[in-house]
């Protein structure tokens, strides 16, 4: 499911190919299985960057997995990609598993992703708790 989120944002791009996307989570798709099984992908996300675009992925376990409403779409905004690196959390008991499957392929990474570009109009908070506290006291 995972491969396909990836392969289906990347494929948005006319640059980029989805086969390629689908080749580089295939070779990590070991090491994803392992840091799933430690819970590592719980807390530190693999991260997609294709142009504009970070998608973030974690996973969710337990009783939270259960009433969890998934979201696997292809995140827009790829189009105009002509590059993509998905960045592998590399946790101390896993480097050097990581270190070895990244090396393997031009397109994963254990580097830490870049910071997303942001734009000033939406780079403010998303709530305006001094407006909401009027708004509460008010009633």
């Known amino acids: 499911m995972i491969s396909d989120l990836v392969a289906d944002t990347v494929a948005q791009s006319s640059a980029l190919s989805r ?11 070991a090491i994803g299985r392992m840091l799933i099984a430690a819970g590592h ?15 973030e992925i974690t996973t969710v376990s337990g009783t939270a997995a259960l009433t969890l409403e998934e979201n696997l779409n292809p995140v827009p905004g790829a189009a105009g990609a002509d590059d993509f690196t998905i960045h592998l959390p590399s946790p101390a008991p896993l480097q050097e598993q990581v270190k070895a499957v990244v090396d393997g392929h031009a397109r994963l990474s254990d580097a830490v992703p870049p910071a997303p570009e942001t734009k000033t109009a939406s780079s403010g908070p998303l709530i305006d708790h001094e407006t909401l506290r009027r708004a509460v006291t008010q009633r």
């Open 19 to 29: 086969d390629e996307a689908v080749e580089a989570m295939s070779a990590a798709e």
């Open 41 to 55: 992908l719980q807390q530190h996300p693999i991260t997609l960057v294709a142009g504009k675009v970070h998608c």
